[in-house]
């Protein structure tokens, strides 16, 4: 069973940064592609960002620039760096991988961003 927990939510100004942190359970990071989602309130839950196993990472086209995911094989956590913030990435951001034919999320780390 994989567990995967998301950390380092908070509130910040708009242009401020943050850092998210996805901490799995046992050794997936080498061997699947991860995810970062978000969930603004009431609307769809959008996907965000992922690191493949190479390395090759993709963002959605509202993050590109100012985010960055990353991973720590050996700590298998994956990061999420979130720079020039605005009000619209207000979210409780999600963590996902996929092993064969199961999906894993963490429970979520809510991001405030005040104008």
């Given at each position: 069973?994989?567990?995967l927990?998301?950390?380092?939510g908070?509130?910040?100004q708009?242009?401020?940064?943050?850092?998210?942190?996805?901490?799995?359970?046992g050794?997936?990071?080498s061997?699947t592609t991860?995810?970062?989602?978000?969930?603004?309130?009431?609307?769809?839950?959008e996907?965000v960002?992922?690191?493949?196993?190479?390395g090759?990472?993709?963002y959605?086209?509202?993050v590109?620039?100012r985010f960055?995911?990353?991973?720590?094989n050996p700590?298998?956590?994956?990061?999420?760096r979130?720079?020039s913030?605005?009000?619209?990435?207000t979210?409780?951001y999600?963590c996902?991988?996929?092993l064969?034919?199961?999906t894993?999320?963490?429970?979520g780390?809510?991001?405030?961003?005040?104008?």
């Amino acid at each position: 069973q994989v567990q995967l927990v998301e950390s380092g939510g908070g509130l910040v100004q708009a242009g401020g940064s943050l850092r998210l942190s996805c901490a799995a359970s046992g050794n997936i990071l080498s061997i699947t592609t991860m995810r970062w989602y978000r969930q603004p309130l009431g609307q769809q839950r959008e996907w965000v960002a992922l690191i493949t196993t190479g390395g090759t990472t993709n963002y959605a086209a509202s993050v590109k620039g100012r985010f960055t995911i990353s991973r720590d094989n050996p700590n298998n956590t994956v990061y999420l760096r979130m720079a020039s913030l605005k009000p619209e990435d207000t979210a409780v951001y999600y963590c996902n991988a996929h092993l064969g034919p199961d999906t894993y999320w963490g429970q979520g780390t809510q991001v405030t961003v005040s104008s």
